[in-house]
């Protein structure tokens, strides 16, 4: 294949997939069928463009491509026995859906139902995650496997399920009415920052941060938000993680290991990054009052981003804005936060007492961070053997080996 060819092919498969993956499996109303007729689709390519050049519009022509696999495949599917028909569950009406596929006008962006697909509720959590790489994505399977850590088999089997409990219970490749949109919309995001977090922090590997991880959830947000822009906690999420992506190159250091935040070297944060961060809250904020969790917290994170340095980061009001978080989304984690935040506002005896009476309701005690929370409150108040214990505690607890050798060097 031509270096065009083969780059062109490439990138069409890769940002194009879950376009074309949205549309075939709505028409088809079975997603393996529509990953079928796309993979020949691809496969047709691959073979014809090196020899009567690319498309002027290759996209279209490898979702018209794929809707005319599709309808051969029907086709001698209805030359089956009756029985066969209905295990393919070939009716009439579905050639008749993709006709709808024009082969010249722009391709609709139907990724927004493809999405509440992946994320509906009677999908067990763990297969949210990877049938979501995998469809909307667009990530091979492997690759998926490799961002979650995971045996490919084991993703195999979780895709496999996934996709036939989507067909077989007959789930919508649609967004949801309006009225259930808030509470659908809700998983939706859980699972694009479950992504995101992976990718911040990974719980498995040898690296602190998996950035590729990272960067899909970004690309996931930025769908999201192009798609649903009037939506504030849309824009709160992709908020939060541009904003906490904007530091990753900071946040170690050339040996790959964990530098604080109050430690981290400003000069090598995007910020361009920071700016379109700082955006997307402030839209956020102006779209919805009460600002919702995502919102918060994108502007907790906007404030440490804006700070010119750790000394002169506003505090205050990173208490305000965790008062007002727990208002919203009350939770031990967010708890933890706010001790940490008023111990830089009030000292380290206000903030380890706030952590105590956290630890005390019991819900934190294999957090990792609680403990290295309440390490460095000791640390400060000149009790060193305390500190070290609670370092030990903390780094026993984390799965990620910067985290580990960073909180094992201190206990």
Known sequence: MTGTAQATLARVAREGRGRAVAILSRRLGDIDRAEDALQDALAAAAERWPRDGVPANPEAWILATARNRAIDRIRRERTRTASERARARVTPDVEEALDDIDDHAPIPDERLGLIFACCHPALSPEARVPLTLRLVAGMEQPEVARALLLPEATVAQRLVRAKRKIRDAGIPIAEPSAERLPERLDAVLTVVYLIYTEGHTATGGDALRRDDVAGEALRLGGVLHALMPDEAEVAGLLALMTLHHARRAARTDDAGGLVLLADQDRSLW??????????????????????????????????????????????????????????????????????????????????????????????????????????????????????????????????????????????
């Open 270 to 411: 995007d910020r361009d990054a920071i700016a379109a961060g700082g955006d997307l809250v402030a839209r956020a904020l102006r779209m919805a009052r009460p600002a919702g969790p995502y919102a918060l917290q994108a502007a907790i994170a906007a404030v440490h981003a804006e700070a010119p340095s750790a000394a002169e980061t506003d505090w205050a009001q990173i208490v305000l804005l965790y008062d007002a978080l727990l208002r919203r989304r009350p939770s031990p984690v967010v708890a933890l936060n706010r001790a940490v935040a008023v111990a830089e506002v009030a000292g380290p005896r206000a903030g380890l007492d706030a952590v105590e009476e956290i630890a005390r309701g019991g819900a934190l005690a294999r957090y990792a961070p609680l403990h290295a929370a309440r390490a460095d409150l000791l640390r400060r108040l000149g009790d060193d053997a305390a500190a070290r214990a609670a370092y030990a505690a903390a780094a026993a607890l984390t799965t990620n080996p910067a985290e580990r050798a960073f909180l094992a060097a201190r206990a």
